[in-house]
């Protein structure tokens, strides 16, 4: 069934998501590009002719498909720093417009950072900006270029496209290089080739409003034509289809012969069928413009909503409070950097909406359409926003580019149901980028921006995160509370987020939680907390990230278990049921991701606040958030990547369970441990605990419930470990599975007897020689050339590629250790 789903959404968004339009002929042109990760000496070393197999013809390029990140692995190579600087794209194209006086375009929907594009040496366009959508026409280059006799004799007919991506430092861009996450490189989302007929739709603005109580709604558009003639401009004819396909409204607008733009003031519709996170009907709103060539049809999907934010109160939709239970999201996987596929972000947020996730806010620029589209689809609610993210402000050029690129997020998004908020910026207190931090200026272009998001655009809400001199500018603002982390204890949440809300008139928390190393877990996770101030405090200042120097936090000197988090996340989620004024929150993020600034961590270069690591795979605070925001079914033990408990005989140790049942049975090697019943401020796991004394050696242990006359059940196998262990003497290296041609191999810390030390936290280094290569560079607990053990072992995997490969695990001051794969 979910494998269907995710089929239904992946041709959704192949076809929805792209072909808005018809009147126009489209394809991506993402296959088999060449690619150099460096720079040439100008654009006639792209394009010069060379022999095949001529010794000379240097540099090397390699074949890529798009989308393609020249950062995929080397933002979490542990040894260098991420590459910044230029990278060429090549390919030679078929280009045939079929209409009369039509226009050629490139269209790409998302290139980092600064983008060039050149039809053979004729530079014909260029783009500033990482996450914007943008066109480049290339009609006249191309015309120009095919009655040359090198388009004929050296290229064939075909017409060369070189493009020079290029994400170098510049401290008069945004976003600034001091923030914490990868600036990538490459043309890391689609590139398409588009032949529009000479009048023709460019966008849609479809305004869509309804009151409260969903009696009636309205729907004003305004047209922007890209018109190349000077011919009359035929009828434009409007159809608004309902969520079932049915019409149920239409018109015809006349426009005159000059027209840019054809503006409608009104389409009405009597009991609009409500867009919401439980039922997100979309509306299909036809445009229809008649013109010499064809019909040109452009084809956008709209929803009828209405929210409010009450004056230091909660969040209504359509007339009703709904707690925004949120997350983030940095564009960033394992083993692609930004550049993920279609199929990955549909995963990725389908994951989310099991987790229960209602709200999100994407950080820090502008995201995919397709990951848009998934929002509108799936009934999530959106804070989207641009990446003026910390280091200060620039001048005139850093300031045109926050405007075009406000602009050009809210042109290009307008139309989505799921959007309620444009973010200005994250982080404008933290200074850096230059000598002189002006908080004067930060605030006077702060204003500029908040005047200008609502001129393009009234029916939304501005917002910021972190800059408390300007958090009287926008609309709704979020102050920085990391309660339990970077300072205070988690326990002083609701306090904090009372004091802050009495500050603001709409109040909305965003970015909360911890750190965890996937696979670490601690048998007395809260035992930091005894060293931590309470009630001081729950903000973020400068130097708290850091694991080094200053008073003692959570952040520093915690162990970074997923113990610790699922407990921080539990304390959170029960606070917030019993906070009738809160209009939401939204954790921080939902996956791992790469960042530059964060060498030391764990995983080196991984910001690891996720609930589901940098490939998907979930952490166990995943579980957390589904038995407090979902209703459907599920029970889940803590601790399925927790092989080996440890401590005394006849201890009593803690099983915890969580769910969303009203009860769950608790069975340990057998025996009934009894029903208890969920409870929610019952912390932790609302209730769902039981103390149970663990034999030596291998326990069984499962929960079960029962729903809607269905037995649910989940189990786990724990080894309990009574032996104690002194400081790790030795390693061994182990084979622990193989899947056709990947062996996974772990490494074990041992003391001087030969007890494994379960609380080691030894940096190790993996290498591999001979016929196997390293699953490295993922950003991952078990896809990193170097880790730091999670309770006395780490993992790693290895592709083989012939008859025998040697790996090492390197530790300091312990013998190397090494497996043979064969």
Request: glycine letters at 8%.
């Amino acid at each position: 069934m979910v494998i269907f789903k995710y089929y239904l959404l992946y041709t959704f968004f192949l076809i929805g998501t792209f072909c808005t339009s018809q009147g126009q002929q489209a394809s991506r042109i993402d296959k088999k590009w060449e690619f150099l990760k460096s720079d040439l000496g100008g654009i006639w070393e792209a394009v010069r002719p060379v022999g095949k197999g001529d010794p000379e013809s240097v540099p090397l390029w390699e074949t890529v498909d798009l989308p393609h990140c020249f950062n995929a692995t080397d933002a979490v190579d542990p040894d260098v720093n991420y590459y910044q600087g230029p990278g060429w794209y090549r390919k030679n194209l078929s280009i045939e417009n079929p209409y009369n006086k039509g226009r050629t375009l490139l269209h790409f929907e998302g290139a980092g950072q600064k983008t060039a594009v050149y039809v053979y040496t004729t530079k014909v366009g260029e783009h500033v900006g990482g996450y914007d959508e943008w066109t480049i026409d290339i009609t006249d280059a191309v015309k120009a270029f095919k009655e040359t006799s090198i388009c004929k004799e050296q290229f064939k007919g075909e017409v060369p496209i070189s493009i020079r991506a290029d994400n170098s430092r510049d401290l008069e861009m945004i976003p600034s290089d001091l923030a914490d996450f990868n600036l990538y490189g490459g043309i890391y989302r689609h590139l398409n080739l588009q032949y529009i007929p000479a009048l023709s739709i460019d966008k849609v603005f479809a305004h869509t409003e309804v009151d409260e109580k969903g009696k009636e709604g309205k729907i004003a558009i305004k047209t922007r034509l890209l018109n190349h003639t000077s011919e009359k401009i035929g009828k434009l004819s409007v159809k608004l289809l309902d969520p079932k396909g049915r019409e149920v409204a239409n018109l015809e607008e006349t426009p005159s012969i000059s027209a840019s733009e054809i503006n409608i003031e009104a389409l009405l519709v009597k009991k609009p069928q409500l867009w919401s996170p439980d039922k997100p009907d979309l509306y299909t709103l036809v445009l229809t413009l008649n013109n010499a060539d064809e019909p040109y049809v452009s084809t956008t999907k709209i929803g009828f909503r209405h929210f409010e934010f009450k004056e230091k109160g909660p969040f209504l939709l359509n007339g009703k409070r709904l707690l925004l239970r949120g997350t983030h999201r940095h564009e960033d996987h394992a083993g692609v950097g930004a550049a993920m596929s279609d199929a990955m972000i549909l995963k990725e947020m389908d994951m989310m909406k099991q987790m229960g996730v209602n709200f999100i806010r994407l950080g820090h620029y502008q995201q995919s359409r397709v990951v848009l589209n998934a929002c509108d689809s799936l009934g999530i609610l959106v804070w989207e926003e641009i990446p003026w993210c910390r280091g200060g402000i620039g001048g005139d050029v850093y300031k045109e580019q926050a405007r075009r690129m406000l602009t050009n997020m809210i042109e290009q998004h307008y139309n989505h149901p799921a959007i309620i908020i444009w973010g200005l910026g994250n982080e404008n207190d933290w200074p850096g980028d230059f000598s002189v931090f002006d908080k004067e200026k930060i605030r006077d272009f702060m204003m500029e921006l908040n005047d200008l998001s609502h001129q393009l655009d009234s029916s939304r809400k501005t917002a910021i995160r972190r800059c408390d001199f300007c958090k009287d500018i926008v609309d709704v603002y979020s102050p920085s509370i990391w309660a339990g982390w970077y300072r205070g204890l988690y326990t002083d949440y609701k306090q904090s987020s009372e004091d802050e809300m009495k500050k603001v008139n709409h109040f909305l928390h965003v970015e909360w939680g911890g750190d965890s190393h996937a696979r670490r877990h601690a048998e007395n996770p809260d035992k930091i907390l005894a060293e931590v101030t309470g009630g001081k405090g729950t903000d973020e200042r400068s130097g708290d990230a850091s694991l080094f120097g200053g008073a003692a936090r959570v952040s520093k000197d915690g162990d970074w278990s997923e113990s610790y988090i699922c407990n921080l996340i539990d304390w959170h989620l029960k606070e917030q049921e019993t906070m009738p004024w809160l209009t939401g929150s939204a954790y921080w993020p939902f996956k791992d991701f790469s960042t530059p600034v964060r060498p030391d961590n764990p995983v080196p270069y991984v910001n690891q606040k996720g609930v589901v690591e940098r490939n998907l795979n979930k952490k166990e605070a995943y579980y957390v958030f589904q038995s407090y925001w979902t209703n459907t079914p599920m029970v889940h033990i803590y601790g399925h990547s927790w092989p080996i408990r440890w401590g005394e005989k006849e201890e009593e140790k803690m099983i915890k369970v969580y769910s969303n049942a009203e009860e769950v049975t608790l069975i340990v090697n057998g025996e009934n441990y009894g029903t208890k019943k969920r409870n929610s401020q019952d912390f932790p796991a609302a209730g769902l605990r039981w103390m149970v004394k663990l034999k030596e050696g291998t326990n069984q242990i499962k929960a079960m419930t029962k729903i809607g006359g269905k037995v649910l059940t989940d189990e786990i196998n724990q080894v309990y470990q009574t032996a104690k262990w002194g400081k790790p003497q030795k390693m061994i290296f182990e084979k622990i599975h193989q899947q056709d041609d990947v062996a996974t191999i772990q490494v074990s810390f041992l003391d001087a007897k030969g007890v494994k030390c379960l609380d080691a936290q030894n940096w190790v280094n993996f290498s591999a020689a001979g016929d196997g290569i390293l699953i490295a560079d993922q950003g991952t607990s078990d896809g990193s050339r170097k880790v730091q053990a999670y309770n006395g072992r780490a993992i790693i995997k290895v592709k083989l590629t012939g008859n025998k490969c040697v790996v090492s695990a390197k530790s300091d001051e312990l013998k190397t250790a090494f497996v043979m794969l064969e």
